[in-house]
């Protein structure tokens, strides 16, 4: 299937791979939103989601589409919405696609379906798209009740919404199943993919991991889990979604679609395996080339088990274009324990988990993360979450030991595997916290 939006963008064509991104501003501030819509579009995003927290927001996401229509920047826009049927219904009326989760339209199921038949109704009737984004963390609990919170349930779960969208004859549908794990997420990606297959309707599938965090590890970690489903015909629409500036995602993105759409080779010269160890030799023309190139060389077959380590050496170009050693520093073996880890296969430090942030974020996220992952670098292993906003954090941060959660006005909540364990704790204290509770669990 073919999605076209009504900016005359298509998803699904077959070849080419559409890179989007999401702001981070304040839906409420038009001005600054059309501003980062502008710089997003012209730094390569070809869809830019924006949060739409509620009815009231649908004004100021009105305002910035006309503005940037006045403007001449063509990007089409996606609303993203969490809970509010009623926001989901009036803003389709407005943009070119709608991002909803409808397993948390309504606690009743059946009401939840009912309310996404209206949705489909008025983009029928306006031609707007939608996407069902499910992530893993997220799932209704009718879902998690009959499957747990596995891969499996997010593909069935996917499949029954999309079956009402077949019932109903509506196709203008892109599905999504993201996970900040690797495994979970290429795994649900998969059975999904099987399903529409059997099902004989294959949607277009937008691709991500999420929360991926930020640096080398966010990059490494979104490059082994898309590149492991594009190298095998599995997506149409890639975001990569980091702890930084939108505008940072953009060159992983395109990189991704170029790679798995227009066929762009990997810096590799050469590679050997042997006794399930790759040998791989690089000439790579950046750091950043090198750790996408590596990640998408390789994870796949780790995250297959068909290897069980990399080691690689080589050189690649460092800012003053002259070759660097990849072995000089530890270099080579920092990679190495980055891409393990990606893949879940060693872990060699805490396992982050930080959403990109959005127009709900709360606080400072960036510099809670980087506060965060200073004060617990030597917890190895363990899985810290550092989420922005508490409508919808600490439902996303499904795998995690502990949860760093912003309130708003300058607070913090603290979770232990999902249960909020510490409220409303000054933000200059919070770590602090943190690290006692991680303390008194050991002890
Ligand atoms: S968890 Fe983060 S990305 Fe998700 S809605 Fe909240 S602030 Fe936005």
Redesign the pocket.
Known sequence: MKVQLKKGLTIGDGGHIVVQT?C?THTSDVDATVAQCRELAAAGAELVRI?VPSLKDVPCIAEIHDRLEKEGVNVPLVA?I?FSADTAIEVAKVVEKVRINPGNFHPDHAQAKARFAELIAVCREHRTAIRIGLNHGSLGKYITDLYGNTPLAMAKAAMEWLRLCIDNDFYNVVVSLKSSNTLTMVEAYRILYGMMQEAGVIFPLHVGVT?AGNGDSGRIKSCVGISSLLSQGIGDTVRV?LTEDPVMELPVAKYLSERYGDGLPSSIVSCEVRDRVAYALYDSPSRERLLMDMSCDFGRMLLDREIDDVKISGTYAGADGQPVDISAGGFGDYLEDELLQAARRRFYKPEYIA????????YN?QDAFEKVKARTSHLQGMVIAV???????PG?MADADWGY??EGNGKVSIYKKNVPVLRHIPEDEAVDRLLELIGEDAR
């Not at 959403?355 to 709360?362: D, E």
């Not at 989420?387 to 954090?393: F, K, L, R, T, Y």
């Open positions: 999401m981070n949060t993203d969490h929360e979604s959403c990109p942030g959005c127009g709900r974020t709360m996220l989420m922005g906003c508490i409508v919808n954090g996303e959660v912003g």
